[in-house]
């Protein structure tokens, strides 16, 4: 019976390899396995090593503010939320967060915050152009919520090019329970759509174990990115925030999450795949063992030290206390250990040619 479960892991494995898609009721036997994972990750990373070798880019990320106007159950800055000690960095503090990446390294500054009305576009576009003008050679990616296309377009003009924004659940009902009334999916992949359609790359992305998640919504979570053809994919665990509505809800598996991210990278081969902070909270050696699932990007975090301990999202968040120059030291050093290479240049996806792909 054993010996069973382990020929149609592997046959399912040898075929997403293969084909990079697996019917639905596949998928579900894959998702739901009884087994390890030792050859679907060895599948992920040869296919990531044929695409992007042993490189792992690096992302300077910049939390500029924890001011929120959306009440996501799930997450720690939630407006309702009365705990948060509330901040946002002034231009100038983002400025020197982006000049202090820049001396260690860093191609690419990723402007992430709860969606706070203070920074309006006017705002948003004279950050973006402080930085596109002080650093040409970087990417300036957003991370900061759902907008009208016209703002979208706005910040692309001012010279953002790549944009976060993590669709969180395909499924209509799951979305539901994830989210007040007031947010919707509609809404949330009207902006991903809008976003590719500008011109920015995009990144879509979920939460693993997030609360009612069931297979199904994995598989719905799939078939939306096969959609989208997203040029990133963000997912982490979800991780329980004692100060949310959730929070008596457990928080997703390290093993489900390093699932996710082989059966991510083998069904996008050549998508840029975080291995994410939340990873390395749920596990001490998360985002090690999330590179040999397929993950090849870190998003190093370049805040000032004093404002670290206020981005909350999910309870005992890794790296508060580190400056910028031990984070990257910090990963460095993982990056290597775990066999990988790290890289400072933009990164940007590679995009594959159909014949890398076979065989
Ligand atoms: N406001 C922007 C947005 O909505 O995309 C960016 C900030 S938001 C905090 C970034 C991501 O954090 C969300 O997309 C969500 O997936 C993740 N997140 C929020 N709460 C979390 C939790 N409790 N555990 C794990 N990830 C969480
Ligand atoms: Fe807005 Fe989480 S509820 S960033």
Do not use: W
Request: aromatic share 10%; with cysteine.
């Amino acid at each position: 019976m054993k010996d069973e479960a382990y020929l149609r892991h592997a046959e399912l494995v040898n075929k997403l390899d293969e084909q990079h898609d697996l019917s639905d009721s596949e998928l579900k036997e894959l998702i739901e396995s009884p087994c390890e994972d030792t050859d679907l990750f060895a599948a992920a990373d040869r296919l990531r090593r044929k695409i992007y070798g042993e490189d792992v880019y690096i992302r300077g990320l910049i939390e500029f503010t924890n001011h929120c106007k959306n009440d996501c159950y799930y997450c720690g800055i939630r407006r309702d939320n009365e705990a948060v000690d509330r901040y946002r960095l002034t231009d100038d503090q983002i400025m020197d967060c982006c000049a202090a990446g820049y001396d260690l390294g860093y191609r690419t500054f990723v402007l992430q915050g709860g969606e706070d009305p203070y920074y309006t576009d006017d705002r948003i576009c004279e950050i973006i152009s402080k930085i596109r003008k002080a650093y040409p050679d970087c990417a300036i990616t957003l991370s900061i919520g759902e907008k009208p296309r016209e703002s979208y377009q706005k910040y692309f003009d001012a010279g953002a090019d790549r944009y976060l924004l993590r669709h969180e659940t395909a499924d209509e009902a799951h979305y539901r329970k994830l989210h007040p009334a007031s947010m919707s999916l509609e809404n949330r992949k009207r902006c991903l759509f809008d976003l590719k359609d500008i011109g920015y790359q995009v990144g879509a992305g979920f939460m693993v174990g997030s609360p009612y998640q069931t297979t199904e919504n994995y598989i719905a979570d799939l078939r939306f990115m096969q959609t989208l053809d997203p040029d990133m994919i963000g997912i982490g665990p979800y991780i329980t925030q004692s100060d949310t509505p959730f929070r008596d809800m457990p928080s997703g598996s390290l093993e489900m999450t390093l699932r996710m991210l082989g059966i991510l990278r083998l069904m996008f081969p050549d998508a840029l795949i975080p291995a994410t902070t939340a990873l390395g909270t749920i596990d001490p050696q998360g985002r090690e063992k999330g590179f040999k699932a397929g993950a090849n990007v870190v998003m190093p975090n370049l805040s000032p030290t004093a404002v670290r301990d206020k981005y909350l999202l999910y309870d005992e968040k890794i790296c508060t206390g580190e400056d910028a120059y031990q984070c990257r030291g910090c990963l460095e050093g993982r990056v290597y250990g775990a066999g990988y290479r790290m890289v400072c240049d933009r990164g940007d996806r590679r995009h594959a040619p159909r014949e890398i792909l076979k065989g």
